[in-house]
């Protein structure tokens, strides 16, 4: 990723912290410095800092560490030097949090699946980040740990829902035409088992969209974003699945699902739109549910929503430019 012809380095989740740290101390930040437009050997840095070799070398190994220095050995005067290179320019750091954008009368929010605001769910249940299991597996109160937010992978068996609470971005006065919600997700049987049925219900504002029968749970293959310490005879990856809620009735994966419609959701009514995945406690097959995050399964996203909207100008034209009404 460039900016203005640097490189920039995105950071967010787990990762912001060792990089705010990384920068916290001046010698660091004076060490990328030096580093800019150049490549120095260790030796070279602490000559121009008029610090101790050692000091500069275990700075040096912290910012190698989080990915901002890259360093190359190669043969010296006297045995082998390291040489520093600076990776990047700037560092854009991703909040916590929802990411919207707004393009073309369509409104784009990336929710990401830990920033959920309710959880029902039974053992088995459990999160993990992309780096570690976040609280105690099949401990319900691990849901409500404040690293939640960092979630790539949630699960939980049998019956249950996890809600998600999305910002109301459209623009006042607009008419939502139609609204598309597009997770990975599959089943959550004992480890994996792909002939695992689950009736997986969506509810938008707490209007039931309908039900889809996912096939299984899938697992024992490193799917693309799985993190390499994640064991492969456990869920590790799932299927890419879209609703489409439109004036037409609902649609998943182009597929008629309800006849549930955009009008019915009633998105213009609240400062957030209620979004619920869940399998309920009459469903034929209570088969649980996993949602994967952008850096878990098969597909680098997160809960992705896409509304698309008649401006509210266009609207009035619209209803402007319509024959008048006869009354009889």
């Known amino acids: ?23 916290a101390l001046e010698t660091r930040q004076a060490i990328l410095g030096l580093l800019t437009n150049q490549v120095l050997n ?34 010296g005067t006297r045995g082998t030097q390291k040489l520093c290179r600076k990776r990047y320019d700037a560092i854009l750091i991703q909040l ?34 992309e780096n570690k299991i976040i609280g ?15 979630a790539q992978l949630i699960w939980f068996a ?37 002939d695992w049925p689950s009736d997986i219900t969506l509810w938008v504002n707490d209007v039931e969209v309908g ?19 994640w064991p492969l005879e456990r869920t590790t990856h799932g299927l890419l699945k879209q609703w489409t809620v439109s004036e037409a009735g609902t649609l998943i994966d182009g597929v008629h699902l309800s006849g549930v419609t955009i009008e019915q959701l ?18 034929k097959h209570r088969g649980g549910l996993n949602l994967f995050g952008r850096k878990f399964g098969n597909y ?9 909207f008649t401006p509210a100008r266009a609207h009035d034209d619209a209803a402007a430019k319509a024959p008048p009404r006869t009354t009889v």
């Open 1 to 23: 990723m460039a900016i203005d012809g640097g490189r920039v380095l995105m950071v967010d989740g787990e990762s912001v912290v060792p990089v705010a740290k990384a920068l």
């Open 42 to 75: 260790v030796s070279d840095l602490a000559e121009a800092m008029n610090l101790p070799h050692s000091t500069i070398s275990s700075n040096i190994n912290l910012l190698q560490a989080v990915g901002l220095v890259a360093v190359e050995t190669e043969p």
């Open 96 to 129: 916590p949090g929802a990411a919207v954008e707004q393009d073309a009368d369509v409104v784009s929010i990336s929710m990401p699946i830990g920033s959920y605001r309710h959880v029902e769910a039974k053992p088995t249940c459990g999160l993990v980040s």
């Open 136 to 150: 105690m597996l099949d401990d319900t109160r691990s849901f409500f740990e404040p690293e939640h937010v960092n």
């Open 158 to 194: 049998q019956d249950g829902y996890i809600e998600y609470a999305l910002p109301n971005n459209l623009p006042f006065g607009a008419s939502p035409k139609s609204i598309q919600l597009s997770v990975e997700i599959c089943s959550e049987a004992p480890q994996f088992n792909p």
């Open 211 to 229: 039900t889809w029968t996912c096939p299984g749970d899938y697992g024992g293959t490193r799917a693309a974003f799985t993190p390499d310490w």
């Open 266 to 283: 009633q998105l213009t009514r609240a400062n957030h739109i209620k979004v619920r995945f869940g399998v309920k406690p009459d469903a």
């Open 300 to 308: 680098p996203q997160d809960l992705l929503t896409r509304i698309a």
